[in-house]
């Protein structure tokens, strides 16, 4: 008997509550978006495990992740390139101080 | 000992691989340790997609997560350099409360999870690209089209947000 | 799965086949460093006119190992590093993935580490590993030179996969397949992929030279660049691995070369025995490999260094609307005549001589500048 579905589907939401405490907890902007990264792999390891074992005819859970890929990768590139230029304008990445827009 | 053993063994391993790994890249206050703990996460997830059977999509992980996320992210600490700080702040006293209010949502999604069935009719491995391809090329073309214009849109965006304005 | 000999558990048998392949794999990789180190050092030195290594052996041939002894004997020096643990694990970052590519590349008819159906794809998700272990060497060396020598090779590396993968997806379009062995069946006799995609071929070796950091995209770790770039602190037998990595690259990229272009393991009299002919085969692969190890060193003595910048702007102004326009005739050739490859052929020559002929074209101005700067002088 081959590993269980429920097991994988575990996995993944343990990583992805991994990555949401990571978003809440640290104050670094380059980690909160590592952590970004995790919830979406996470996404990734449950649409591949219902897609190859919920015995639907295609493969669209699969598909769907190729999508996931690509908005992932334009997503770290734009977020990363935020924090590039507010850490122009001031030297730090520090969440807690890149808040000039409150009133 | 059976293939069916190995195949645990090796779900085992790479389970504690992913959460280690993340767990890693929530608490090490050293940034650059992080992201490498992040790339090992990655590679554990594509061990994942080769246990499920789904090569293409372990493979296609690799190549653009290890290959150029951890990259693209690398650089970006490289160029935010921060002085390190101090660990203090960082759990504060809501470590409880967080852990009281987390473990019954913990169990119901653990429920859930352990709740579906799988067909135990696994799919053919080896075509798995063939009908990935059929899938991608044919239903979904549109999606695919939108989501290379969202890649150029991005690709663009993140040049002209870094531009220097050079006189 | 299968009992092993003498009647060996078939899990501890799959477990000793994967040692005794690991094992394999290393030594082949070692020793075609070892060859390559001494034919780079003699034909480089033909090529420029002197008579390399004769001392160490007859003609030489002992040199290589001279070297390895003194690598080894090394002090391992240890500057105030950044981080001792990423500095240790850069090296094996390089090496591995370079020594995964030896799986699925077809030695021989049947001689194959495991024929994959998405063989090439795999290929280039290796290639792509190398970049993370090229960026950590620069930062964990603690020096600014090595980081901007770092960064530089990981641009170079990252810019020069995208015609690399162009070119090999062209030769997937005509084949119809991932796999490795599908390529090599797809070539019979005379019929090599070269004669119907010259000019992927052509993008695909120039991409692979950047690829491998080799001459004349060798800035980031040419001597006299930048204190050998993202090298600089390593010294030794570390050194020695990051070398051994790049020459087991260079194989790779040749192998791959062979493989989709040239008929991999075809020759002749490769079908006269069961026995023979596997082995002719891995022969005929390994002489076809060779000879573009031998190109990539000749190039090495002919061409001069490519600045960083001439480097990407020959990447993204050249060769990747080069390979887009030639992935978009094959394909839609390949629609309108699905029958024949005679077309796909003829349009791939046709763009081979105007992309030759494009670049005199494009540098006009630049030409017509050195003229009168020659006509004056």
């Known amino acids: 008997m081959a590993v269980p579905i429920g097991a994988f589907i575990a996995v993944s939401a343990i990583l ?10 640290r104050r670094n902007a380059v980690v909160i978006l590592m952590c970004v990264e995790l919830m979406l792999n996470a996404t990734n390891l449950a649409l591949v495990a219902f897609s190859r074992r919920a015995g639907l005819a295609d493969e669209r859970g699969s598909v769907f992740v190729i999508f996931v890929f690509v908005i992932a990768a334009a997503e770290v590139a734009v977020g990363l390139a935020i924090v590039l230029s507010a850490y122009r304008n001031r030297p730090t990445v520090d969440v807690d101080e890149v808040h000039a827009l409150k009133g | 000992m059976t293939y069916d053993l190995i195949g645990a063994v090796l779900f085992a391993l790479l389970t504690i691989g992913i959460v280690a790994a993340a767990a890693g890249v929530v608490l090490i206050n050293r940034i650059t340790a ?26 296609f992980q690799v190549l653009i997560y290890v290959g150029a996320i951890t990259v693209l992210i690398l650089y970006g600490v490289m160029f935010t350099p921060q002085s390190e700080r101090a660990y203090g702040l960082f759990f504060q006293q809501q470590k409880w409360l967080a852990a009281i209010l987390v473990a019954p949502i913990g169990v119901a999604v653990g429920m859930l999870s352990f709740s579906f069935r799988d067909t135990g009719r696994p799919l053919a491995g080896g075509g798995d690209l063939v009908a990935l391809a059929t899938s991608v090329f044919r239903d979904f073309a549109f999606p695919f089209e939108i989501a290379s214009v969202l890649l150029l849109a991005a690709m663009i965006g993140a040049i002209v947000l870094v531009k220097r304005d050079e006189d | 799965m299968p009992p092993g000999p003498f009647g060996l558990d078939p899990v501890l048998w799959a477990i000793l086949r994967l040692l005794i392949a690991v094992l394999l794999a290393v030594g082949l990789v070692f020793n075609g460093a070892l060859a390559q180190i001494y034919l780079e050092r003699k034909i480089q030195a033909i090529m420029q006119d002197r008579v390399g290594p004769i001392h160490v052996g007859p003609w030489g041939l002992l040199q290589t190992f001279a070297d390895a002894i003194k690598l080894l004997g090394k002090e391992d020096i240890r500057a105030r590093l950044t981080d001792h643990w990423f500095f240790l694990a850069a090296p094996a970052i390089v090496f591995s993935p370079m020594l995964a590519s030896y799986v699925v590349l077809p030695f021989g008819p049947g001689i194959l580490g495991a024929d994959l159906n998405v063989g090439l794809l795999y290929l280039t998700t290796l290639g792509s590993m190398t970049v993370l272990g090229i960026v950590i060497a620069g930062w964990a060396s603690n020096n600014k030179y090595s980081l901007i020598g770092g960064l530089r090779s990981a641009g170079q590396l990252i810019s020069y996969e995208v015609p690399q993968i162009l070119s090999l997806v062209t030769v997937v379009l005509v084949v119809g397949s991932l ?53 600089t602190e390593y010294s030794g037998m570390r050194w020695g691995l990051f070398f051994v990595a790049e020459y087991g690259e260079v194989t790779v990229v040749s192998a791959i070369a062979t493989t989709l272009w040239f008929g991999g393991w075809h020759g002749p009299w490769t079908d006269i025995n069961p026995v023979v002919g596997p082995v002719l085969g891995a022969l005929w692969f390994t002489l ?24 990407m702007s020959l990447c993204w102004k050249f060769l990747i609307p080069v390979t887009l326009i030639n992935l978009m005739a094959t394909a839609v050739l390949l629609l309108v005549f699905p029958d024949t490859h005679l077309p796909v052929a003829i349009a791939n020559w046709v763009l081979l001589v105007l992309a030759a002929a494009a670049v005199p074209f494009f540098q006009r101005r630049r030409l017509v500048a050195l003229r009168q700067r020659l006509a004056a002088a």
């Open chain 1, 16 to 25: 992805f509550f991994i990555g949401v405490a990571g978003v809440l907890v």
């Open chain 3, 179 to 231: 796999s490795l062995t599908h390529i090599v069946d797809a070539q019979p006799g005379w019929q090599i992929l070269a004669l119907y995609l010259p000019l992927a071929f052509v993008t695909y070796f120039t991409a692979g030279l950047a690829e491998t950091n080799r001459a004349p995209f060798d800035l980031p770790e040419a001597e006299s660049e930048l204190v050998a770039g993202f090298l």
């Open chain 2, 34 to 59: 992080a992201a490498l703990f992040m790339a090992f996460a990655f590679l554990c997830n594509a061990g994942m997609f080769v246990l499920l059977g789904a090569e293409t999509i372990a493979m």
């Open chain 3, 288 to 311: 076809k490999t060779y000879f573009f190890v031998l190109v990539f060193m000749w190039v090495r003595a002919t061409l001069p260094r490519l600045r960083i910048d001439q480097l």
